[in-house]
């Protein structure tokens, strides 16, 4: 062979004027070509930064040769980032998720990129070497200096003085004098290694086999699916952190996914008890800087786990192995906002392409993920009771037909008493009332008239503390008025129905004592008050909690045992199918709070209907058959997972203009078997922020082509043009 054939490939410079695929974090269909200038060296995953219009943008040179354009036609890439590319996995779940839920590549690979000035490797940090060495003069204070600093670790100039107790002029003395050296350090880890074998577990009977059973599976190091189905408080943490354990000696990489990350503190603790050290965050409450390093530490691999918000699930893992859905059924998984995507099926998308186990945890499995258990997709471990001596908490329906609140109030009798006994034992008791704010709707007692939002078609919710009506839709707000808009009759408004805030009063009245805490979104002072509160309530510093669902989820209060649900019926009012399924799971989660360390507890449900199948199944403690039901009704009416559906939503400024165009839509859907178009109708919100909005359904058998099918319809129908838009929803969470 001739040998200078093989230097020439060994050495031939790289193409002069290559173009290449640029992924921009915009909502375009594809890829735009840029050239590469001369000496520039790209792969597919770069991070680089090209001009678009006017702008520098970040993008990530994307898969797929050149596009036969003459490169001198094209802009140059301005600079590549010296980060790792993102790997061939993530920019393939990027194309997945995309072609999956119609929207452009560029937004999704947005999510993965949400970190600016994230893509330079961090500044090294300068610090300090001791050399050696004893000054000619030797003060207490630099003695102190030398003392701290001979660990032979290394210090920072401030961190070292600080750590003195001198002020950083001694250190300077000592770096002048040359017993110091200035050098620079790597910048600091956002935390520390989780080491897989710091506090073993012992687990204990169904525990034990579980996380056998799983480990087993995470072992084999591929695809799979597991779904942890144990009853609240039966250890299911305990158990998948085996599965992260075994991950990690593998030398990969955890995500752990949880619906309300910025809150459970307990949960980051709880990691430390186990793995001595916390993963790193990732949600939107975290700090700009912050987002930026957990972003290049898991990019590097510096970071082995993450616990995050489902926008985690974008985060371009240097070398994932595992993902957890911590409350896998959580409707907070549902991003409904630019690229609509369930953060649940897409983790099991990102292990099927990574070709790594997914974890769906639940205490209440949503209807899918049980139908993938039982038709074997998913592989299934049960926790039947709680660890250690603590019982369920013993479940009663308050029939509020015979056990009617006193003139004015929301609370029955019977709950009031038990509200009582349980103050008396200095234990708590939560009362649980999803809506914020004092009362769901105002109206003049002399003409009726009740306030609505301006711009919307939702009621004004009272906030009595802030003196607000809001809009729980925009977030409207004004003074609630003294008189009446509409007949200017002073004094005359009523509050109809409770918020938690009316709860708060009608508690005051009865036990003007007790410590009370209200707790909801709202709260003033935000996460940061909130997590205050929690804490508080963790520790006993309260006797009855009157909370939204934002207390449903996770928390451990040790002394509460007794929760009471003051409107069970109210998430079944509406006419969704899945609204049994969303009552029951959230009922279960709340009452779930109760008798979590063996006190005896119980769950008080005030309801009109105790007859509904979704008491029958809380009280009874007989979820399978509830499901049962639940499934055999969805697999009638093809609804998913046996049929599947999408929902279009039409909105424009006028009302017109929106009908119009969801009908010229629908005219457009092609004629193909097995699918059908429903509509267009009144969204069930029909207005929101002054557009309103028509509503298309489109339901298919569950094998047929869905994508295919919008994809036609779209192509078909007439130009978005005014102030409408159009909005795709893949498996809305509402039908
Ligand atoms: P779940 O996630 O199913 O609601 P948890 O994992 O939070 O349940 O466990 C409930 C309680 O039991 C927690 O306080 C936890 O610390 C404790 N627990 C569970 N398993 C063990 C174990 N093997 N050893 C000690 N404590 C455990
Ligand atoms: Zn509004």
Redesign the pocket.
């Known amino acids: 062979t001739d040998s200078s054939d093989l230097f020439g490939a060994l050495f031939e410079a790289p193409p002069a004027n290559r173009t290449v695929p640029v992924l921009v974090p915009m909502p375009a269909p594809k890829p735009y070509s840029y050239s590469v200038p001369d000496g520039m060296a790209v792969e597919p995953g770069s991070v680089v930064q090209v001009p678009l219009g006017p702008r520098q943008v970040i993008g990530v040179v994307w898969d797929g040769g050149e596009d036969g354009v003459d490169p001198k036609k094209l802009r140059p890439i301005s600079h590549v980032f010296d980060c790792p590319p993102l790997s061939r996995e993530m920019r393939d779940f990027i194309d997945w998720v995309a072609t999956y839920t119609l929207s452009p590549p560029g937004l999704v690979a947005r999510m993965a990129l949400r970190a600016p000035n994230a893509f330079e490797p961090e500044p090294m940090v300068e610090g300090l070497k001791l050399v050696g060495g004893e000054p000619e003069r030797m003060t207490p204070a630099r003695a102190r200096v030398l003392d701290t600093a001979s660990d032979g670790f290394s210090w920072t100039r401030s961190g070292l003085a600080h750590a003195a107790g001198v002020s950083t002029s001694v250190v300077d003395g000592l770096i002048t004098l040359g017993i110091f050296e200035a050098i620079f350090l790597p910048p600091p880890p956002v935390v520390a290694m989780p080491d897989p074998d710091f506090a073993a577990?012992?687990?204990?009977g169904p525990?034990k086999e579980a996380a056998e059973e799983i480990v087993t599976d995470v072992r084999k190091g591929e695809f799979s699916v597991s779904l942890i189905d144990?009853?609240?408080?039966?250890?299911?943490?305990?158990v998948y952190f085996e599965a992260i354990a075994e991950t990690l000696k593998r030398g990969k990489q955890v995500l752990i996914l949880l619906p309300e990350i910025a809150l459970t503190a307990s949960f980051m603790e709880?990691f430390q008890d186990r793995f001595g050290a916390k993963p790193a965050e990732w949600h939107s409450d975290l700090a700009p800087r912050m987002r930026e390093k957990v972003w290049r530490q898991a990019v590097t691999g510096e970071v082995r786990v993450v616990a995050g918000a489902r926008s985690a699930l974008f985060l371009p893992f240097e070398d994932l192995g595992l993902i957890i859905v911590d409350e896998e059924h959580d409707p907070a998984y549902k991003q409904e906002d630019r690229v609509f995507y369930n953060a649940r099926d897409m983790a099991v998308v990102r292990g099927r392409i990574g070709d790594f186990p997914v974890i769906l945890v639940s205490?209440t499995p949503s209807v899918e993920s049980q139908v993938n258990g039982q038709s074997g997709r998913y592989s299934t471990v049960h926790?039947p009771t709680r660890?250690?001596d603590?019982a369920m908490p013993d479940l009663h329906l308050v029939d509020m037909r015979r056990h009617a609140p006193e003139r004015g109030g929301f609370l029955s009798p019977v709950l009031i008493r038990a509200i009582g006994k349980t103050v008396e034992k200095r234990e708590q008791a939560l009362l649980f009332l999803n809506r914020r704010g004092y009362a769901p709707l105002t109206l003049c007692r002399v003409c009726g008239h009740r306030f609505q939002c301006p711009q919307c078609s939702s009621w004004l919710v009272e906030h009595r503390f802030r003196k607000q009506l809001q809009c729980h839709q925009c977030g409207h707000a004004e003074r609630t008025p003294e008189a009446c808009p509409e007949c200017g009759t002073l004094d005359h408004l009523v509050a109809c129905g409770p918020g938690v805030e009316r709860i708060a009063e009608e508690v005051e009245r009865h036990f003007p004592e007790a410590r009370t805490i209200v707790l909801s979104s709202d709260i003033m002072g935000g996460v940061k008050r909130l997590r205050l509160e929690l804490e508080a309530i963790a520790k006993g510093e309260a006797d009855i909690v009157i909370g939204t669902q934002l207390v449903a989820k996770g928390h451990?209060f040790p002394l509460m045992t007794l929760v009471g649900i003051v409107d069970a019926d109210l998430g079944l009012a509406n006419g969704d199918p899945r609204a049994a399924e969303r009552t029951f799971q959230l009922l279960s989660q709340v009452t779930g709070r109760a008798g979590?360390t063996g006190l005896k507890s119980h769950g008080l449900l005030q309801t009109y209907q105790p007859q509904h199948p979704v008491m029958q199944a809380i009280v009874s403690g007989d979820s399978d058959a509830f499901y049962e039901r639940e499934i055999s009704e969805r697999e009638r009416a093809v609804l998913p997972p046996f049929g599947r559906l999408a929902s279009i939503i039409v909105s424009a400024e006028t009302r017109h203009d929106a009908e119009n165009h969801a009908r010229g839509m629908r005219n457009a859907a092609p004629q193909v078997s097995g699918i059908s178009v429903l509509g267009p109708a009144e969204a069930p919100l029909a207005l929101v922020r002054g557009r309103h909005r028509f509503r298309l359904l489109v339901h298919g058998r569950r094998n047929s082509d869905m994508q295919g099918f919008l994809r036609a319809m779209l192509s078909q129908s007439p130009k978005e043009r005014g102030s409408v838009q159009v909005q795709l929803d893949i498996d809305p969470q509402s039908f």
């Not at 144990?230 to 305990?238: F, I, L």
């Open positions: 577990a012992r687990l204990e525990q144990g009853v609240t408080g039966s250890g299911k943490t305990e709880r205490a926790l660890f250690g603590a451990n979590r």
